[in-house]
């Protein structure tokens, strides 16, 4: 069984709401918000997120008992959180982003813990795009990161298929790959690329909509997530300070995934330079020390992605200190 959104617009953010709870009969929805976001928010009960306990799944169903869906309103966060606990409490929830730094505005996944996990997507996504417009702009760069990785997790995807036999979709895989191509060369084809912001929501939430067709991250998390999510782990394990997004370092992930698919002969090789080039023009950080880091951390961080989670991708059984450092140099990211 797939489920999908329902209704997603992006033109009328908050007067659309009304209509939509209308139809889907929605009558007392609980708004969950961050403090910065609190003022796009609709005027319903409201909740922080930062003021929800996680750990207590009775604690999160007694915060809904009253109500009959959740909105989340906000970036990252707020959205997570709205999934999570609309999944504990069973009830629908609707996503209305204030900003596009990934695609968890539209996708089925949680990821307020690791592993991430898999949920209900919304039923319903609201834009408003002039709030977005609004929001900082290295979120909106960081959300393109997060696109562009769709190229080499399909890749990744293919490689698994045809390696490990895993179970493999064709039309989401082309789903997500178009998604990314069409946004990358928009920005390459144009000088000026002001409709920049709307093209990413749309595609942001089309990632988002592969993942639930396909019941899994797959189409749009590859080898380049694997390293974004090690570098992750690695700032929690050396308590760096540093504050660099997940899109930003899943842009410099899919540089090194595509140099590493380039050099198997799976990718061509205008298709890896447009990878960086997009990247560049969008101004997404292109190596290690544009995000923040010392190179032994980047090479530590390749060496153990394929250990992050059970995925195999083309850093296949892992990569040696002595490899990841001349993968690094060649792909030019250190
Ligand atoms: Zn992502």
């Not at 996944?109 to 898999?118: A, E, H, N, T, Y």
């Not at 997940?246 to 899919?254: F, I, L, P």
Request: proline share 4%.
């Amino acid at each position: 069984m797939i489920t999908i959104p329902r209704y997603i617009t992006i033109d009328n953010g908050i007067d659309a709401l009304y209509d939509i709870l209308l139809k889907l009969n929605l009558k007392n929805p609980l708004v969950i918000v961050g403090k910065k976001t609190k003022k796009y928010a609709p005027e319903f009960d409201y909740v922080y997120y930062s003021d929800i306990n996680l750990k207590d799944e009775k604690v999160i169903k007694d915060i809904t008992k009253e109500y009959d869906s959740i909105i989340g309103v906000g970036g990252g966060k707020s959205i997570d959180m709205a999934k999570y606990v609309a999944y504990c409490s069973k009830i629908p929830y609707i996503s209305m982003p204030t900003t596009a730094s990934n695609d968890g505005i539209a996708s089925p996944v949680v990821s307020l813990k690791q592993p991430s996990s898999m949920v209900d997507p919304p039923i319903a996504i609201i834009v408003d795009m002039s709030i977005i417009k609004k929001s900082p702009r290295k979120l909106l760069k960081a959300g393109f990161g997060d696109v562009i990785s769709n190229i080499t997790a399909v890749l990744d995807w293919k490689l698994a298929h045809r390696e490990i036999g895993e179970e493999y979709s064709e039309s989401s895989a082309i789903f997500s790959k178009t998604i990314a191509e069409e946004l990358m060369h928009y920005v390459l084809n144009n000088s000026s690329i002001k409709d920049f912001p709307e093209k990413l929501v749309k595609a942001l939430i089309g990632s988002g909509i592969t993942i639930s067709m396909a019941k899994s991250t797959r189409p749009a998390s590859g080898s380049e997530h694997l390293f974004s999510h090690a570098l992750d782990y690695l700032k929690m394990k050396y308590e760096l300070d540093i504050e660099s997004l997940h899109g930003e370092q899943c842009g410099v992930g899919s540089i090194i995934s595509s140099y590493l698919h380039h050099r198997e002969n799976s990718l061509d090789k205008e298709s890896m330079v447009n990878i960086r080039l997009s990247l560049k023009k969008v101004g997404v950080p292109t190596t290690g020390k544009e995000l923040g880091f010392e190179d032994d951390i980047l090479i530590e961080a390749l060496t153990l992605a394929h250990t992050i989670r059970n995925r195999y991708t083309i850093l296949r059984k892992g990569i040696s200190k002595e490899t990841s450092e001349s993968i690094l140099r060649e792909a030019g990211v250190i």
